[in-house]
């Protein structure tokens, strides 16, 4: 590990997102050794390979061959596609011990969490450092405030719970990552190459309005498919926003901020998008799973047609 540290010519932010990445890591072991352990776990076996080869690959990942960790890739998957990780025996605080707690730390208790986002914000204003490594930095000194207002909680405790929410949430904690890469994939691929054939037989030549229309709704449309705004992105602009619209005159930093939010716009729309709508759900314990997007419809849609006026009457 020491040359990627100690090499002057990888930036500091780099390292700090890797010691994150490394930490992240060894809380994934902790909850395959621990779901290992755990009799009451009806799927401990397949918790267990799955949670500690993530761990392996996120902690050791840079290190191993890329064939190597392309098998592990392949070896933890199977697990959850066959539904072999669930999650297991929770020491959650009994009702009693957790209104004592709010008794004696009240409204503080939210601060912790409030500190993330404060170092996430610091940290996006430094150069060359991720507010990734802000949030992470967050949770630890987080972590010390709580340690701070109840001398209870050991690292055990901190463990425990970081281990029952990667079980309430399981193998979904993957899917952003998988579809950052998907976008990548696709991009390599050509895919937007093959869009813009097609489009190009939909929208009249020199056409710019229908060509920001399209553009607009294909970017939520495109990231209710993948999940993520931005993988979508590249591939829409390339496919439709560069010949379609940037091509015609429109103004590319209006209109290109303005379809990036037109894709968040599908975010709301799309159980792929796992952080927003099905976490939720899981933590939660909602009874109906569809119970976020069903919410989120109304506002989606309304604010992607303002989206579009705006590029209408702002962009051309």
């Not at 976490?279 to 919410?295: F, H, S, T």
């Amino acid at each position: 590990m020491s040359p990627f540290f100690t090499n002057p010519d990888v930036a500091l932010g780099s390292k700090l997102l890797e010691i994150l990445y490394i930490l992240c890591g060894l809380v994934c072991i902790y909850a395959g050794v621990k779901n290992a352990k755990d009799k009451e776990n009806p799927s401990r076996l397949g918790t267990a390979i799955f949670w500690i080869i993530l761990g392996v690959v996120m902690t050791l990942g840079r290190y191993i061959p890329n064939k190597v960790n392309g098998v592990l890739v392949f070896l933890m998957v199977i697990p959850a596609v066959i539904g072999k990780v669930k999650p297991g025996k929770s020491n959650v605080a009994t009702p009693e011990k957790q209104l004592a707690d709010y008794k004696k730390i009240g409204m503080k208790i939210f601060i912790p969490a409030l500190l993330i986002g404060i170092f996430a914000l610091i940290f996006a204003f430094i150069k060359g450092v991720s507010s990734l490594v802000g949030m992470g930095v967050g949770v630890i000194i987080g972590v010390i405030v709580l340690k701070m207002f109840n001398p209870e909680n050991k690292a055990k405790t901190f463990m425990d719970d970081s281990e029952r929410f990667l079980s309430i949430i399981g193998p979904v904690c993957l899917l952003p990552c998988l579809l950052g890469v998907l976008g990548k994939i696709f991009t390599v691929a050509g895919v937007g190459d093959v869009i813009s054939s097609l489009v190009g037989n939909i929208i009249p030549e020199g056409n710019l309005a229908v060509g920001i229309i399209v553009y607009a709704i294909g970017m939520m449309l495109f990231t209710m498919i993948m999940g993520n705004a931005f993988a979508a992105i590249t591939v829409m602009t390339v496919g439709i926003g560069a010949p379609f619209v940037f091509a015609l005159g429109a103004d590319p930093a209006l209109c290109g901020m303005l379809a990036l939010t037109c894709g968040y716009c599908g975010t709301l729309l799309t159980p792929m998008a796992a952080n927003f709508n099905i976490v939720p759900v899981a933590i939660l314990e909602m009874n109906d799973k569809w119970g976020v997007i069903k919410k989120q419809a109304i506002p989606a849609f309304s604010i992607l047609a303002f989206q579009i006026v705006y590029m209408l009457l702002f962009g051309m």
